[in-house]
Structure formats: structure tokens, C-alpha cells
């Protein structure tokens, strides 16, 4: 059935209940990120059985930095162990990994994984993954900007703008899921978004199922995008 279906090429996931989800469990925050990191596999087989090109996960934002040092360590430990995984599995999987977002204050431990699975699945031409990684949307914006400034660039177009974003190839995203309930785009992708279709499900991340995806994708499916045409 979903042979009919429009697929998107672009799918963004906001990723959130984490913390709640542990909570209903009795358990420590951190059992919830981990919980979190096997539902990003899921997504990811499912996204390629399903035939999406692009997933785009929030998995760390400017604005995490505030939480608690212990959740932030766990975190990045957590990170790091799926960047680690990610480049050891390089060889038997078709995925394509990027990274966005600023690499200050990033420690170096998680820069030079970055580096690695980044180079070890670059010419792969499956999937791509992007980890939006110590990633705010008005960040990137700045940055964008000071790109334009330093290269005398006074009068933009969009396509310079574009230029300059973290991943200036990657197509904007046709969907972009949110889960846990929350309804807003906390400072995600906020240029990218400007035509995409969004989708917002009560379920809690760890929860998210192959299933639910697939009724994403069904949702998606019946929409008509306009584009601000009629
Ligand atoms: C939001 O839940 C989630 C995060 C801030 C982190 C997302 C990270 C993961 C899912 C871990 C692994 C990621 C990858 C890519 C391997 P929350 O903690 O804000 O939940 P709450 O709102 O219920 O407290």
C-alpha cells in the first residue's frame, strides 16, 4: 500500500519525551536517551525500507548545554558511542553520515568521531544521515550570514544564503516530526522548514515505532502542498 504513497525525500524528527518516558519508567533520565538511540535505528531501517533520502535527527541543541553536567556527559558518551558504531559499520551499510551545527564546545573526543564516520561514509550512496549536533537554526543563520559578509556578499540572494548553511546539497525537508506532543520548532531548521508539511504525535520518542513512522508517512501523504501557489 504505501507503494502508492508519496514518499518524502526529506524527513526532519524532533525527538522528544526522552526525559519523560524514563520518568513514567521510575528510571534515570539517561535510560530514556538510550532508549531514544534504538528508536533512531528503527527510524533508520524504516526510512530506508520506505525508500525517504534524507533523515535529519535533532540530537543535540544550543540550548541543551543548560541541562544538568551529568545528563550533558551522558549524552555526548551516548553520541559518541553511536558515531564509533556508526564508522565500524561503514563497510556494510550503504549510509551517508553528516554532522551540523558548531563545533565549539563540542569536546575533541566527539570532533575527531565526527571526522572519522563523516570521511568513512562519504561516497556512500544510500541513505544520508544528518545529526543536527550542537545545532541551533538561528546559529546557523549567523553563521550564514558572516559567510556572506566575509565574502563582500552585501545584498543576498536566497540561493547565497543557502550556500552558506551547514548542508548547503541536502533538500529542504518535506516532513518534519515531532513527537511527545510539543507543537513548536524549538529553533530547528527554521529557513529549511519554510515549506514543509509537519506532523506532531503524542507518542514519546522511545515509543516510536516502525509503525508509527509508517503512519507519518500515510499522513504526509494526504496532504496537498501549495507552495504558496493555488
Ligand atoms: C529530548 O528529550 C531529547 C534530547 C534532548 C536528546 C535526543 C537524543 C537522543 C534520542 C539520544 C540519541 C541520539 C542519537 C542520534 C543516537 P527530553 O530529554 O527533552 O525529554 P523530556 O522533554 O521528556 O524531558
New binding site residues.
Given amino acids: 500500500m504505501l507503494k502508492e504513497l508519496s514518499i518524502p525525500r526529506h524527513v526532519a524528527i524532533?525527538?522528544?519525551?526522552?526525559?519523560?518516558?524514563?520518568?513514567q519508567k521510575n528510571l534515570p533520565?539517561q535510560a530514556?536517551?538510550?532508549?531514544?538511540?534504538k528508536?533512531?535505528?528503527r527510524v533508520i531501517n524504516a526510512a530506508q525500507k520506505y525508500g525517504v533520502e534524507f533523515l535529519t535527527?535533532?540530537?543535540?541543541?544550543t540550548e541543551?548545554w543548560s541541562?544538568p553536567k551529568e545528563?550533558i556527559d551522558g549524552?555526548m558518551k551516548?553520541?559518541e558511542?553511536?558515531l564509533d558504531k556508526y564508522a565500524k559499520n561503514a563497510e556494510k551499510n550503504n549510509v551517508r553520515l553528516l554532522v551540523s551545527g558548531r563545533k565549539e564546545p563540542l569536546p575533541p573526543s566527539i570532533l575527531d568521531k565526527i571526522a572519522r564516520v563523516t570521511q568513512a561514509t562519504a561516497q556512500k550512496t544510500g541513505l544520508t544521515v544528518n545529526?543536527a549536533?550542537n545545532y541551533g537554526s538561528r546559529a546557523e543563520l549567523l553563521d550564514a550570514f558572516s559567510k556572506l559578509i566575509s565574502q563582500g556578499i552585501t545584498h543576498p540572494t536566497e540561493a547565497d544564503v543557502q550556500r552558506c548553511l551547514y548542508q548547503p546539497a541536502l533538500p529542504d525537508p518535506d516532513l518534519l516530526i515531532r513527537t511527545?506532543g510539543?507543537e513548536r520548532l524549538s529553533n530547528f531548521l527554521l529557513w529549511q522548514c519554510a515549506y514543509t508539511e509537519f506532523y506532531f504525535t503524542p507518542t514519546?520518542?522511545?515509543d516510536f515505532s516502525e509503525e508509527d513512522f509508517k503512519k507519518a508517512l500515510e499522513d504526509f501523504s494526504r496532504r496537498t502542498r501549495r507552495f504558496g501557489s493555488i
Fill in positions: 524532533i525527538m522528544d519525551g526522552n526525559g519523560r518516558w524514563a520518568k533520565r530514556g536517551h538510550n532508549a531514544g538511540a528508536a533512531v535505528e535527527f535533532y540530537a543535540f541543541s541543551n541541562r545528563e549524552l551516548l553520541l558511542q553511536t545529526l549536533l511527545s510539543e514519546l520518542w522511545p
